[in-house]
């Protein structure tokens, strides 16, 4: 069965420190996707990232940085000198690549604050 | 500017009642879904859209009900055989590719619902 777990229910940090969100998957498929989405205090997700299951290189954009390993079934996020403005909702989530498969699992998320 | 809108933002119902969430998109997707948000538990699919008059039951969809009669708008009642409403409802939509499990969601910015 598909499964997302973050199991980091709440991360507080200080300005300009690091952080690393954690995201490890369950699944039995070979051909699938992981994403990563943000929500604000505002309410609505909003799209980070798409990896799919065949491409294991990592991303760089900004201050965000992602490392996905399948050998782990982990697709983690960091933030590189965070500011107030990370602070959100961030989720983790998979979906399958099969024809017709319109089911995204979400992970729990993990709520970050980041103080000034 | 294409996206989701959403409303009421917030909604209050009294037990029994039935109430109907408005979701509309100008983004021309023909995939819409609707996602119901509990603290610690994440994003949980109710229904989901792939075309006009066709919608498929998610992974909770007792105690609500749903219509596709144009592309631009998926509402979501709640009735009153819901047996706890009170929650943050999303609704997202996205592309109908050929590899469904690919398409990224775009949500808007959510109802919440309280049940007094």
């Known amino acids: 069965a598909q499964k997302v777990t973050q199991a980091q229910t709440e991360i507080s940090v200080v300005e300009k420190e690091d952080v690393t969100l954690d995201c490890v998957y369950e699944?039995?498929?070979?051909?699938?996707?992981l994403f990563w989405y943000k929500q604000p205090p505002s309410g609505e997700l909003v799209f980070l990232i798409r990896?799919?299951?065949?491409?294991?290189q990592n991303e760089i954009s900004g201050r965000y940085s992602w490392n996905f390993q399948k050998s782990t079934s982990s697709f983690n996020f960091t933030i590189t000198a965070s500011q107030v403005v990370d602070s959100a909702v961030y989720f983790c989530?998979?979906?399958?690549?099969?024809?017709?498969?319109?089911?995204?699992?979400f992970g729990t998320g993990t709520r970050l604050k980041v103080l000034a | 500017d294409g996206g989701i809108t959403q409303s009421p933002k917030y909604l209050f119902r009294k037990e029994g009642q039935n109430v109907t969430l408005s979701c509309e998109q100008n983004?021309?997707?023909?995939?819409m879904y609707w996602y119901r948000q509990d603290p610690g538990q994440g994003l949980r699919l109710i229904y989901y859209?792939?075309?006009?008059?066709?919608?498929q039951k998610g992974d909770i969809a007792e105690g609500y009900s749903v219509s596709r009669e144009k592309k631009e708008s998926f509402p979501l009642t709640v009735t009153s055989a819901q047996k706890n409403p009170t929650a943050f409802y999303l609704c997202?939509?996205?592309?109908?590719?050929?590899?469904?499990?690919?398409?990224?969601?775009?949500f808007g910015a959510g109802s919440r619902l309280t049940v007094l």
């Open positions: 990896r799919n299951s065949f491409d294991e």
């Open positions: 989530a998979l979906s399958e690549a099969g024809p017709g498969t319109y089911k995204y699992i």
């Open positions: 699944t039995r498929d070979t051909t699938y996707y």
């Open positions: 997202a939509s996205s592309i109908r590719g050929l590899t469904p499990g690919a398409n990224v969601l775009t």
């Open positions: 983004l021309n997707h023909d995939a």
């Open positions: 859209s792939q075309i006009v008059n066709d919608f």
